[in-house]
């Protein structure tokens, strides 16, 4: 019972230091299992490096993170983290799927193969069966038929519609999304917000989206996290974080955004 | 400029017209393209010059081709054309090897090592190869010995005098190679580096480990980088051969300048081993090309 009331991600006190730069000041984040969580703020608040410490892609000066309850990137022994190796951190991060600004498709491999990449050569499926599944989840995000093209060909919204494919084919519980629709014209962000809302609204997934799409916060997320220089300022459901910030630095933040 | 002669032509109907067909509106007009005299000129000069020089060369008198054509399969010829192979071969791969471990060692987090890189780097690109060359054909003159012992004590697991173990075969091939994996590793580098930071994060994050990231994501990307400069290279290397004659390597070069010393037939020979290298460097083209293309499809 206390396993599924437990967060399915819990941060505690993160710092995070680049030479003598701090950009991660005590960061607190506890998001429950099955829940879509936004986090908004200002370029160089350091949104985008929570979200990467969670699958240990940053490492952390101090704190600590747990996804289902397991220790992310480190090991405790005598009061003290150690880092993973590299092998095993891979193995953490099997739960968790992860999007790019950029996409960072494969650039060698059609659409088919990019999602079915990892499920084959990390987790040992059999060929037939992940390839079926791959073209299935090509399917959900609307790229039937375009299964044997490779990513020099689509659009940005359809690249990153296919890396959101290739995320979820290892069968995450976590998905992370760093800026996912930051590098798409205007008219393409549409058709990857509608995937992303699919996925949020069919449920049983935890979603931690860092975003500048105050829209898609609003409508989408359960919980917004307003973070600024380092340190989360605000947090809670949208209609409070975003229509009624308590926060005076929320509040400038989304009148610069919203004009 | 077309649209603005057809606007031209006509909201002025009444001025003298420079075109040839006359306004009427149904009329097809015939097109004629500009006329590139410059092309045929240059075409036929051309084709004089070729013409004139293959003549020069065929009914030269100085130029006896019966001999080439005796020599051209003979089998001392023969046999030089085989080592050159065989080194040119062992040279590639063994240079490519270095330069593969470089070409990582240069992209090293540990700054010593990145540093020893760049100082192989700098020195087998910067010592031209005739002098790489003469040095390790020459090696006997400054090492006596080679011999594999325990470091820093005396215990001797093997040795033997230099002169035995350094050929000349064994210089040429070391001398190459060195000098390939110079260049190389700087090729293989640029591979390496040609392919984004974000895609090996995107590897990472779906839990490939850095060997099968390695294996299945870069190298497949770096490939398209490296491939076509290792197969000018391997021209390169191949032509640079011929300066192995310097030490008498025994190549195709040496052989044919060792005949050319007997029968004073020097630009025979010399037509001969050309003939060789160009028909090798074809085949080695062809098969560059077809590599290319397999490489570059996506």
Same mark, same amino acid.
């Given at each position: ?23 991660? #000041? ?29 699958? #240990? ?9 747990? @996804? ?74 609307? !790229? ?116 | 400029?077309?649209?603005?002669? #057809? ?64 020599? !051209? ?119 390496? @580096? ?31 980088? @490296? ?53 090798? @460097? ?17």
């Amino acid at each position: 019972m206390s396993e599924t009331d437990r967060p399915m991600i819990e941060a505690r006190g993160l710092d995070k230091h680049y030479g003598h730069t701090q950009v991660l #000041h005590g960061v607190d984040l506890d998001v429950a299992r099955g829940e879509t969580v936004c986090v908004i703020g200002p370029s160089g608040s350091g949104k985008s490096t929570l979200l990467r410490t969670l699958n #240990h892609l940053e490492d952390i000066s101090a704190g600590s993170i747990r @996804i289902g309850g397991e220790l992310i990137g480190y090991r405790e022994k005598g009061g003290r983290l150690h880092e993973l190796r590299e092998r095993e951190a891979c193995r953490q991060r099997l739960d968790i799927g992860m999007v790019f600004q950029h996409f960072n498709l494969f650039g060698h491999l059609t659409a088919l193969e990019n999602v079915a990449l990892a499920p084959i050569k990390v987790k040992r499926e059999k060929p037939q069966q992940a390839r079926a599944y791959a073209a299935e989840l090509l399917a959900r995000v609307g !790229l039937a038929g375009k299964e044997d093209v490779h990513p020099s060909r689509l659009s940005g919204g359809q690249q990153q519609r296919v890396a959101i494919a290739r995320a979820m084919a290892m069968r995450p519980q976590v998905m992370l999304f760093d800026e996912p629709t930051s590098a798409l014209d205007p008219e393409l962000v549409g058709e990857v917000l509608a995937v992303m809302r699919d996925l949020a609204e069919t449920g049983g997934i935890t979603m931690v989206v860092v975003t500048h799409e105050i829209g898609f916060a609003r409508e989408v997320s359960d919980r917004v996290v307003f973070m600024d220089a380092g340190r989360v300022v605000e947090v809670g459901p949208p209609a409070q974080v975003l229509d009624a910030p308590r926060e005076e630095r929320t509040r400038a933040f989304l009148s610069a955004v919203l004009r | 400029m077309t649209s603005t002669e #057809h606007a031209a032509t006509a909201t002025a109907p009444a001025g003298p017209s420079p075109r040839r067909t006359p306004r009427r509106p149904a009329r097809r007009r015939d097109v004629v393209p500009v006329r590139h005299w410059g092309r045929g000129i240059a075409t036929a000069v051309v084709v004089l010059l070729v013409v004139l020089t293959g003549r020069a060369l065929v009914t030269n008198p100085h130029i006896e081709w019966s001999v080439v054509g005796d020599y !051209l399969l003979d089998a001392a010829v023969l046999e030089g054309l085989w080592l050159t192979l065989k080194m040119t071969a062992l040279g590639m791969v063994i240079g490519l090897v270095l330069a593969v471990l470089v070409g990582v060692m240069r992209t090293a987090r540990s700054r010593v090592v990145a540093a020893v890189a760049w100082a192989w780097i700098f020195v087998f690109r910067g010592v031209p190869l005739v002098v790489l060359l003469v040095l390790l054909g020459n090696l006997g003159l400054f090492v006596t010995d080679l011999s594999l012992t325990v470091p820093f004590t005396d215990v001797e697991l093997w040795s033997r005098p230099v002169k035995e173990v350094v050929t000349p075969f064994v210089a040429s091939v070391l001398a190459l190679a060195l000098a390939g994996s110079g260049y190389m590793a700087e090729v293989v580098r640029s591979g390496l @580096i040609s392919v984004g930071t974000g895609q090996r994060e995107a590897a990472k994050a779906l839990g490939l480990d850095e060997a099968r990231t390695l294996r299945l994501v870069v190298l497949p990307q770096a490939l398209r980088v @490296i491939v076509p400069p290792l197969g000018n290279e391997l021209v390169g290397m191949l032509k640079a051969s011929a300066i192995v004659s310097v030490i008498a390597g025994g190549d195709l070069m040496t052989t044919v300048l060792g005949i050319s010393g007997v029968t004073f037939r020097t630009i025979e020979m010399l037509l001969v081993a050309s003939i060789w290298y160009l028909l090798v @460097i074809a085949v080695l083209s062809a098969g560059q090309f077809l590599l290319e293309r397999k490489v570059a499809e996506r």
